[in-house]
């Protein structure tokens, strides 16, 4: 299984996929639903077939891409739910969704045995993410607010050593960092998981793209979302060899992705066109903002027909 190094290997994993093209620095998160399409768009060379040199870039989670888009170190980046909030406020453009994601948990040390039981305890999170929105999900389930908690913000591989050390009691944290404590606390506890809120709460993972370049460079984000609709339909068709290419990236065992893989549903662009056609993936955007304005994180929101730019990934 995945050690300290291996995580430590996040931040110096990457590809350069060269291709004589427009130049294009595309971040993703270090996991598997985070990093597949970008690992697989570049391994197999669908950027460069789009005319796309794309310059592929970890990150720890979504926020921080949001900041290099908005700082211009960045063209396009990955947003897990928890972060969807960020282009419902206009901070960036959401030009693809990836998939809809249930590796979503909310864990605990042994002898604690639900929600209510947190009361007063020290709670790990890392802020703004799937880990975050689903704590804040199971709070409200069990008559509960983040005020009812100590919580500790951290980065997920932060959190992984915090729980294995106990230095926490519970975590809003996501797969492969659960297997990872697994292995270190194998009898941990897991309180809550996405499904228990599906579908009423769906939890979408999305591309977005920075928000001068949808009008500035149109080609370029046509081009990018048509690689990333090779890509969805290369891992939906070869699952083992996407897993494969996102272990050789992110220098974390197959076997281990293969169990955060189990998590999503692996849609084709076929699937997520029809889900957009006919409403259904607007209508997961707005879900999670009334999430949002309930949760505090935000007080209006644009309508997600403002910022998912759905038509052009049913036209790419």
Not at 126 to 144: I, P
Not at 238 to 251: F, H, P, V, Y
Request: charged fraction near 20%.
């Amino acid at each position: 299984m995945a050690s300290s190094a291996a995580l430590a290997a996040f931040a110096a994993s990457g590809i350069k996929a060269r291709a004589a093209g427009t130049p294009a620095r595309i971040g993703y998160n270090g996991d598997f639903w985070g990093a597949s399409i970008s690992g697989v768009a570049a391994d197999q060379g669908f950027y460069a077939k789009h005319g796309v040199d794309a310059d592929i870039k970890v990150f720890t989670n979504g926020p921080i891409q949001v900041q290099a888009l908005g700082a211009n170190s960045l063209e396009f980046g990955y947003l897990g739910p928890g972060a969807l909030w960020l282009p419902a406020t206009g901070k960036a453009k959401i030009i693809a969704v990836n998939d809809v994601g249930f590796s979503d948990r909310v864990i605990a040390q042994a002898g604690i045995k639900s929600i209510a039981e947190l009361k007063g305890r020290k709670v790990a999170i890392a802020a703004g993410t799937s880990g975050d929105m689903l704590l804040r999900l199971a709070l409200r389930k069990a008559n509960m607010a983040m005020t009812d908690l100590d919580i500790v913000q951290m980065d997920p591989s932060t959190i992984v050593a915090a729980f294995a050390s106990k230095q926490v009691d519970a975590a809003g944290i996501w797969y492969p960092f659960v297997g990872i404590i697994k292995t270190r606390v194998p009898d941990l506890v897991e309180l809550a998981k996405n499904d228990d809120f599906y579908p009423q709460t769906t939890f979408p993972s999305v591309f977005i793209a920075r928000n001068d370049l949808v009008e500035g460079n149109p080609d370029l984000v046509k081009n990018v979302v048509r690689a990333i609709k090779d890509a969805q339909d290369f891992r939906a068709a070869n699952q083992d060899k996407a897993i494969e290419i996102t272990s050789k990236l992110l220098g974390i065992p197959a076997e281990q992705l293969k169990t955060e893989a189990g998590y999503g549903r692996f849609m084709t662009s076929a699937e997520l066109t029809k889900l957009t056609k006919d409403g259904s993936v607007n209508g997961w955007f707005a879900t999670m903002n009334d999430l949002f304005k309930t949760f505090g994180k935000l007080e209006t929101s644009l309508d997600p027909k403002d910022y998912y730019l759905g038509d052009q990934y049913i036209s790419a």
